[in-house]
């Protein structure tokens, strides 16, 4: 069974950084495309950045310029770093993963439980 863990997420004031992870572990032919959502309170879950088994990064324009995406130090891995936070991404953060299983399965999307990210002004 895959699992995505998050850490990371934490309280932090305005103005400052905090850096993300995630890690899969579990029956894992490859990865494909990983994944950064984020959920405010009351609203839906949004795409914050992706990162494709390329390297191929996304992001999207709220956060454009002040976060990364990258892969660990494993292809199993990535981080989020997010510098010069704003009240307005305080936010559950989930990692997401597209994930083979074996050889010949089709990918699947496996998600993370969250981790909270609470910015201060």
């Known amino acids: 069974q895959v699992q995505l863990v998050e850490s990371g997420g934490g309280v932090v004031q305005a103005g400052g950084s905090l850096r993300l992870s995630c890690a899969a572990s579990?029956?894992?032919?490859?990865?494909?495309?990983m994944y950064w959502y984020r959920q405010p309170p009351g609203k839906q879950r949004v795409l914050v950045a992706f990162?494709?088994?390329?390297?191929?990064?996304n992001y999207a324009d709220l956060v454009k310029g002040r976060f990364i995406i990258a892969r660990g130090n494993t292809k199993n891995e990535v981080n989020l770093q997010m510098n010069d936070l704003k009240p307005e991404d305080t936010a559950v953060y989930y990692c997401?993963?597209?994930?083979?299983?074996?050889?010949?399965?089709?990918?699947?999307?496996?998600w993370g439980q969250g981790t909270q990210v609470t910015v201060s002004s």
């Open positions: 990162i494709s088994r390329d390297e191929v990064t």
């Open positions: 579990g029956t894992i032919s490859s990865i494909h495309a």
């Open positions: 997401s993963a597209d994930i083979q299983e074996s050889e010949w399965g089709a990918p699947q999307r496996f």
